[in-house]
């Protein structure tokens, strides 16, 4: 990693993940294989920062520590990278343990659990889904009637007025970075 941390893919520890190596990561990793619109890919970064959001916004009254999990929903594509889904379920079963092993190193790492309980999980879910149709109607071709039936009508309020506009990845970065480190000081 740029840290200079040496981290063990197949047996990751949580001393060798860095949010800043995370930070980077995500945010020169473009989502939707990089076939959006715009002058810079839409990084998973940028996406994680999307999701933080709407989980918050759907979900006012659950604590920092969730919504941290929601920015970190995506943490081990920092270094396995953002698969399509239909490539995750050829690859099969290990893809799915390589994830699950890299992000309870990641929540250790930051003072969450191993494993996020499965209510908190599936707000998070419902925000990335949300998150999917935003970018699917404004940045990736989809009409609205395919990104309804790929990823579900999202609740009129919590998508109205929200407009994706990717950006450099130096910039997503910072932001991110600026975003961990505010739900660290809210914990």
Same mark, same amino acid.
């Given at each position: 990693?740029l840290?200079?941390?040496?981290?063990?893919?197949?047996?990751?520890?949580?001393?060798?993940?860095?949010? +800043?190596?995370i930070a980077? $990561?995500? =945010?020169?990793? &473009?989502?939707? %294989?990089?076939?959006?619109?715009?002058?810079?890919? /839409?990084? @998973?970064?940028?996406?994680?920062? !999307?999701?933080?959001?709407?989980?918050? =916004?759907? %979900?006012?009254? +659950?604590?920092?520590?969730?919504?941290?999990?929601? #920015? !970190?929903?995506?943490?081990?594509? /920092?270094?396995?990278?953002?698969?399509?889904?239909? @490539?995750? &379920? =050829?690859?099969?079963?290990? /893809?799915?343990?390589?994830?699950?092993?890299?992000?309870?190193?990641?929540? *250790?790492?930051?003072?969450?659990?191993?494993?996020?309980?499965?209510? @908190?999980?599936?707000? *998070?879910?419902? &925000?990335?889904?949300?998150? &999917?149709?935003?970018?699917?109607?404004?940045?990736?071709?989809?009409?609205?009637?395919?990104?309804?039936?790929?990823? $579900?009508?999202?609740?009129?309020?919590?998508?109205? $007025?929200?407009?994706i506009?990717?950006?450099?990845p130096?910039?997503?970065r910072?932001?991110?970075l600026?975003?961990?480190?505010a !739900? #660290? =000081?809210?914990?």
């Amino acid at each position: 990693m740029l840290s200079g941390r040496r981290l063990d893919l197949l047996d990751p520890t949580p001393v060798d993940i860095e949010i +800043e190596d995370i930070a980077h $990561g995500l =945010a020169f990793v &473009a989502r939707w %294989n990089g076939q959006t619109l715009g002058d810079w890919p /839409y990084s @998973v970064a940028e996406h994680s920062l !999307l999701v933080e959001e709407l989980f918050a =916004a759907a %979900n006012p009254k +659950e604590p920092p520590r969730w919504r941290l999990a929601a #920015l !970190l929903h995506d943490a081990p594509e /920092y270094v396995i990278g953002d698969m399509i889904s239909p @490539v995750k &379920a =050829a690859v099969g079963p290990g /893809y799915g343990a390589l994830d699950e092993r890299l992000t309870a190193a990641v929540h *250790i790492r930051f003072g969450l659990p191993a494993t996020i309980p499965a209510p @908190v999980k599936k707000a *998070i879910k419902a &925000a990335d889904r949300v998150s &999917a149709w935003l970018e699917a109607t404004q940045i990736a071709g989809f009409s609205r009637a395919e990104a309804d039936r790929f990823f $579900g009508t999202p609740p009129g309020p919590l998508v109205a $007025g929200r407009r994706i506009r990717p950006r450099p990845p130096v910039e997503v970065r910072e932001a991110y970075l600026a975003r961990h480190a505010a !739900l #660290l =000081a809210a914990l």
